[in-house]
């Protein structure tokens, strides 16, 4: 089992920047590739960003390069989603999950779900 907390969410104007935070507890959290999805009310939930399980490959949505950035560091058994130039748009609760088979932008391929963070990024 691996339990995951988010953190980081909040009130933003667009533009400004916001860093989301998940940590992990439980099972190694090197053993895990890791995502941000995130989910908009009435729109189902939708990739934003994977990290290998090293750090060493990272994949973000069309909707987010030049502007999002994920990172990971393993001793600290944390991800983090660095979030510029916020638009309106990006207004969801972002959760984070962990995969022990690969990285994915598909929900079904994670084994862990955070139970979210909520970002409002207002015009």
């Known amino acids: 089992q691996v339990q995951l907390v988010e953190s980081g969410g909040g009130l933003v104007q667009a533009g400004g920047s916001l860093r989301l935070s998940c940590a992990a507890s439980g099972r190694t959290f090197s053993s895990y590739d890791m995502a941000w999805f995130r989910q908009a009310p009435g729109k189902e939930r939708e990739f934003v960003a994977a990290i290998s399980r090293s750090g060493g490959s990272t994949y973000l ?63």
């Open 61 to 123: 949505a069309d909707s987010v390069k030049g502007r999002f950035t994920i990172s990971r560091s393993n001793a600290k058994a944390t991800v983090y989603l660095q979030m510029n130039s916020l638009k309106p748009e990006d207004t969801a609760v972002y959760y984070c999950a962990a995969a022990s088979s690969g990285t994915s932008s598909y929900t079904y391929s994670y084994d862990y779900w955070g139970q979210g963070t909520q970002v409002t990024v207002s015009s």
